[in-house]
């Protein structure tokens, strides 16, 4: 035949583009698990959940807002004014403590922004945040351990109790489990004390909204 | 195949696939939030008040990380009482528009702020020492701040006059009828909150008034009547019971005609009120035996009504009617607005003083001669210096090129002042957000620093919050000032709307008055009236594009309005209808206009709502035309058939109000109830019936002001598209306004808003090719932006035609789009998606999550959609199905084309009058 150099260029072309998104797919490398960006400050989580600070303590914000804050540089510099002052990690975040410029983090769970995700409700169902972030306790640099596609998230709304694991010590979300539960505790009541909303108790976990509007409004 | 070709085509479809490829954004860098507790969602409330051309409108502005997104009516605001207009939620259009970031300058040359400051104060002391005058003309604002402040300054120095002029003069007249007949210096406001009729001589009190958010909260058509004299078309005219055409000069004398009529039926001790006897038996057909019949049926509780600006003689008729027909006393509420001791309003500005006094500097403070027709000042900035003329002002326009020095003005949310209710509280004015032109100064900061460097030369910008703070506490002894400045204002007026002491009522004067007036001819000349427009207020709003593309309430016209007369003149000028003229006038002006003839006016004259074509100036009232010519190329844009054009198979024009024939359709074909059986929906296991939302629409309450229109299109991002896209009929309105004239449902014109009914059995869910609009289990109909391909499907299957499409991208498609004032909750939608009203789902999102937040029962939170929210009637109101029909249990639902089996949610309530 004719042009058949040409025929087998095209062919081996199409096939490599072929594999290569065979491999994208199945190896999930586009949904990002693993990601693991560099940060400007090296900060290891590892290191300072030896010392039981929780979660909440830096993320405060993610009981009561859509978005779980960074830790202002504040927050560090609360033990860090006087613990290892002259570490060279720590070079960084004194710099910024003095000249008021805020640190950059580099984002590692990222969602598009045709995703609304709500933290609040998510955690005043009582779901722990190492079903979506992993343990992060035990991480030296944070790293993306879930896929973070609507399959995934979907999948877990259908069936909350097979995924989802229920707050631990060390995340610091105040919830009280369903088994410890006085008869004479309120449910559906909120206590407040000195403005810390406590979370009511779950019930157990209900399939929730796969509509739409909830995530896509 | 060729090696070229093959090589080529490699090439291209290799263009093809590398660019449709994109990297995604893996890097992103955060902002850290503050340190303490922050509102959900970091969304704050702060109250403020509008400067509604100088009388203060509470507000509260929605701010996202202190920048404010939405403006909403604060309810408990003495004044507005949570009614809004337009403009004030437009104006957060004008607070981030880059256009008005301009530098001050002196000459050609810019220079920042403090400098500019010093060389005008510098110049103004010098021109004071040398003995010459300095006149200073500010905007008006009902402030006692700054009534203060230009007091102090004209006390200390002589040559320095301050005249605080608004924008038109809308008081003089009715003041002199109050110095006659009252001796009284007050403005007064004549409220109709428990009145049963109300007879209005030609005031636009529904729209097009200064009183406006006054006025359309106690607006009911259940508890009162309106009867309108008129001759031109006004909104008012169209929301009322009868409406009466005469000619302009016929005005006053039908309403002597009734004073006799009535005064004959009242026969009370001393007929003070003698005939005219000169009138002719013509004008008293226009006053129904109806109409006597209604007034003396509720005497006492009558009002009448006459625009502001009317003659004193109208004025007084209107006094001496209320009085008659109240049993001989002012029995009905009235608000005195006092303009004249601290405010020096009432010293009008002569013009005379331009020619005769030794005129040094003079200075324009926000207000401007050429937008406010005062021909005399504009002509005199014309002729002179311009190193001696000063000027402020938001944008650079016409005034800022015949001065000399000029430095930019703030917004009202970026600086402090108090004003005056005038139950005697004081509305607090806060500063929002810092100023984003960081070299603009207001009026009463300039006054501020000014009087400092008079007296002591040198001036602190920084310490005017202070100087308000001390001003907040001193009117009031121990103030809790975050409580209050939360709510918005310091209350410590009455609560009660008083009958004021109006003195010694002088009858015989001011009939000899009015008899010897109406004997005067009045001319009949070819006239043009110019009627300040709430949308424009002479063209203080006409930067605003969210006010140039809301459709014009009266003729549906955007992007310009034309001008209206009535069929006789046009039949006599022989003019085509809807072609554009250019007028030319004596003194060798031009204007070019669109002409719309109005089968419902005698105007035997132009009247106009002036927009922002104006640019010239002339005098306010008339004008003398000399010749009307033909211009080719030209139109104007009527969008009110753009909704059911295709409706039903025929091509309609639905009630425009500009033509001969009215609808071709009667609202019964279209509004009726449903025989539609909701078993049978395919939604119907899916929908929780008792936990609906669904939006219900008080038909005969909606004035028709096109509010909503605003609101929705700033809460939802929605671009304001320009000239070209409307004229392809490719508007971006989520909600509208359709007009009908139909007397029997108790007004000239039935105006209904139209907008996403949200179908149970929705024809667009059904042929969507991928599924990207559906509906939840609380009955809205949802729509997915990232789903939709862009089939358009759903548009065609529309019935209502509520679907718009974004055939280019929003951003791209918005004339000028302000990142900063979108609505952070709202998606941005890219090109090729389909949109319509959601029903604020952001918003019950939000309150979803705030109230799990709080712990609440599931269901059990309320929310207020953007047009519910800026409705100044309250005739939409969104809620659980359930809570509103048990509200509304005596009233008959209604529901839009209810034959085609869409079954759909928005519930119209409208009654058949009892006539």
Known sequence: MKYTLQKVFALVLVLILLAFNLFLILTYLRTGVGYTPIQSVSFSHKVHSRYNISCLFCHHQVEINSYANYPTTRTCMTCHIALKTESEFLKNVVYSYDSLISLNWNKVYDLPDYVRFSHSHHIRSGIDCATCHGNVEEMDSVYRVRPLTMGWCVECHKNPSAYAISPREISGIFYIPQDSLDSSFPSHKVLEYNLRLIIPISKPLQPASIECSSCHN | ?915
């Open chain 2, 1 to 915: 195949m060729e090696r070229r070709d093959f090589l080529s085509r490699l090439l291209w479809s290799s263009f093809f696939l590398f660019s449709s490829c994109r990297r995604p954004d893996l890097i992103f860098t955060s902002k850290v939030k503050q340190d303490y507790f922050p509102p959900f969602e970091n969304v704050a409330n702060y109250s403020t008040t509008f400067p509604w051309s100088g009388f203060p409108v509470g507000i509260n502005v929605k701010t996202i990380n202190d920048a404010p997104f939405w403006i909403s009516g604060n309810p408990f605001h003495p004044f507005s009482k949570g009614a809004l207009a337009a403009p004030i939620l437009a104006s957060l259009y004008n607070l981030y528009d880059p256009l008005r970031f301009n530098h001050p300058r002196i000459g050609d040359k810019k220079f920042n702020l403090s400098e500019v400051l010093s060389h005008t104060f510098e110049s103004l002391l010098e021109t004071i020492k040398k003995g010459q005058k300095v006149l200073v003309f500010c905007e008006y604002l009902h402030s006692p701040t700054i009534w203060k402040l230009q007091l102090d300054l004209q006390n200390s120095f002589e040559n320095l006059a301050i005249y605080n002029l608004p924008t038109f003069d809308f008081c003089s007249n009715q003041i002199s009828a109050n110095r006659m007949i009252f001796d009284e210096k007050f403005y007064i406001l004549k409220d109709i909150h428990e009145t049963k009729i109300i007879v209005n001589f030609e005031r636009d009190f529904l729209f097009n008034d200064l009183f406006f958010p006054f006025y359309a909260n106690k607006f009911n058509p259940k508890k009162h009547k309106i009867y309108t004299f008129e001759s031109i078309v006004s909104l008012t005219g169209m929301n009322s019971n009868r409406r009466y055409i005469l000619s302009n000069y016929e005005i006053e004398r039908v309403a002597f005609n009734l004073l006799t009529l009535l005064s004959k039926e009242f026969v009370n001790s001393g007929s003070a009120f003698v005939e005219l006897d000169d009138i002719s038996l013509r004008e008293n057909e226009l006053i129904s035996q109806e109409l006597i019949d209604e007034i003396l049926r509720n005497r006492g509780n009558v009002v009448f009504l006459c625009s502001d600006f009317a003659s004193p003689t109208l004025h007084l008729i209107c006094y001496l009617l209320d009085y008659i027909t109240n049993g001989n006393t002012f029995t009905l509420n009235y608000h005195k607005i006092d303009l004249s001791e601290k405010s020096n309003f009432l010293e009008k500005f002569d013009s005379s003083l331009l020619k005769t006094q030794n005129i040094g500097k003079v200075v324009f403070l926000n207000y401007n001669p050429y937008f406010s027709l005062n021909s005399p000042l504009s002509e005199f900035i014309e002729d002179y210096p311009k190193e001696n003329v000063v000027s402020s002002s938001l944008y650079a326009n016409k005034l800022v090129e015949h001065s000399g020095c000029y430095f930019p003005a703030k917004h009202y949310l970026e600086f402090w002042l108090d004003y005056a209710n005038f139950d005697g509280s004081i509305s607090a004015q806060q500063q929002i957000i810092f100023p984003l032109n960081s070299n603009s100064i207001s009026t009463p900061e300039f006054l501020f620093c000014l009087k400092d460097y008079l007296s002591k030369r040198k001036f602190n910008l920084e310490e005017y919050k202070s100087f308000i703070f001390k001003r907040y506490s001193e009117s009031f002894d121990s103030v809790e000032l975050r409580e209050n400045l939360s709510e918005g204002f310091f209350s410590k007026g009455s609560d009660q709307c008083p009958h004021p002491n109006l003195g010694r009522v002088q009858l015989r004067t001011s009939i000899e008055f009015i008899k010897q007036s109406l004997s005067q001819q009045r001319l009949q000349s070819k006239e043009i009236l110019i009627i300040p427009h709430q949308y424009s207020y002479a063209g203080e709003y006409s930067y605003n594009i969210y006010l140039n593309e809301i459709p014009e309430p009266i003729s549906s016209a955007t992007w310009g309005i034309p001008l209206f007369t009535s069929l006789d003149l046009f039949g006599k000028m022989e003019l085509l209808d809807g072609e554009t003229y250019c007028l030319k006038f004596s003194d060798l002006k031009e204007l070019v206009f669109p002409i719309v003839s109005l089968e419902n006016s005698k105007a035997n004259y132009f009247f106009y709502y002036d927009n922002y074509y104006i640019h010239k100036n002339f005098d306010f009232d008339y004008l003398d035309l000399v010749d009307l010519v033909r211009k080719q190329n030209y139109y104007y844009l009527d969008i009110s058939n753009v909704r059911f054009e295709r409706l039903l198979g025929r091509k309609i024009h639905l009630a425009k109000f500009s033509r001969n024939n009215f609808s071709d359709i009667k609202l019964e074909e279209i509004l009726g109830t449903t025989g539609y059986d909701e078993s049978k929906s395919i939604n119907k296991n899916r929908i929780l019936q008792d936990r609906k939302w669904v939006m219900s629409v008080d038909v005969q309450k909606c004035i028709g002001c096109n509010l909503c229109m605003v609101a929705c299109q700033i809460e939802n991002n929605i671009p304001i598209v320009g000239i070209e896209f409307i004229s392809k009929e490719r508007d971006m309105f989520w909600i509208g306004i359709q007009k009908f004239a139909e007397p029997k449902y108790g007004k000239e014109v039935i105006f209904l808003p139209i907008m996403c009914q949200h179908c149970d059995f929705a024809p667009c869910e059904s042929v969507c090719p991928v599924g990207a609009t559906s509906h939840i289990q609380e009955g809205i109909n949802e729509m997915t932006y990232s789903r939709c391909v862009g089939s358009r499907f759903c548009m065609v299957n529309c019935p209502y035609k509520v679907r718009k499409f974004n055939f280019i991208s929003s951003t791209e498609a918005h004339l000028n789009f302000l990142p900063r004032m979108s609505n952070p909750f709202v998606t941005i939608r890219s090109r090729g998606v389909s949109e319509k009203c959601t029903f604020c789902i952001h918003r019950i999102n939000f309150a979803k999550s705030l109230s799990k937040l709080k712990g609440n029962e599931e269901y059990e939170y309320d929310v207020k959609t953007a047009c519910q929210e800026a409705c100044p009637v309250s005739a939409l109101f969104f809620g659980r199905k359930e809570k509103i029909l048990t509200s509304h249990k005596n009233s008959e639902v209604k529901y839009l084309l209810p034959k085609l089996n869409t079954s759909p949610n928005i519930l119209y309530f409208l009654n058949v009058s009892d006539e």
